[in-house]
């Protein structure tokens, strides 16, 4: 079953919403961004859904010591890296014991050259924007990741997904997980609940040919 990350989370109500709709993973985005959200509000969100543990913290080009600061004090096991953070970079949070999700943002071939220098938990693959570090609303082209079976075991796939066209993306890619912010959204920040209600429900039900693998991020 495709797991789903819900990302670009700013209140309480969205997040207990996603949890309760079955959703695997919820993002905190701590770079700048239209759903960036402070240390409290992040403490806010998982105060108001105490028994789900699998938040993610969304960094980009941070200093190692704010990640690690903000990470110990929230309590973040997951760790998602979506800049230009080298493999030297995501090693020093892997070797602490953190889950790493290294973001490559995919405009050509050229884009995943640099894939086999990271030894992270996963990847995740969004689109390349010179705007902006994500959430665009665009989808890349999947034809870029379609033929590469050594990283199906173990990505998160991002980028313009939403109710239209999740399936085809599921049946196409198989991917671990797919992680979504605009496409459940009514507002920057604010998720829309048939929205969201249906891109799970589809990812859930969606089935892929694309074997099962073992769940890696806890």
Known sequence: MTRVKICGNTNPEDARLAVSLGADYLGFIFAPSKRRVSRQQASEIMAATP????????????PKKEVETLARDLGLRLLQFHGEETALYCRHFT??????????????????????????????????????????GVPFDWKLIEEKPFIRERFFLAGGLNAENLADAIRRLGPYAVDVASGVESVPGRKDPERLRRFIEIAKHTQTQHAETRPFLT
């Open 51 to 62: 028994d789900f543990k699998r938040f993610v913290g969304v960094f980009v080009n941070q």
């Open 95 to 136: 070797e602490l014991g953190f889950e790493v999700i290294k973001t490559f943002k995919v405009k050509d071939a050229m884009s995943l050259k640099r894939l086999d220098q990271y030894n992270v938990s996963a990847f995740l693959f969004d689109t390349f924007s010179k705007d902006q570090a994500g959430g665009t």
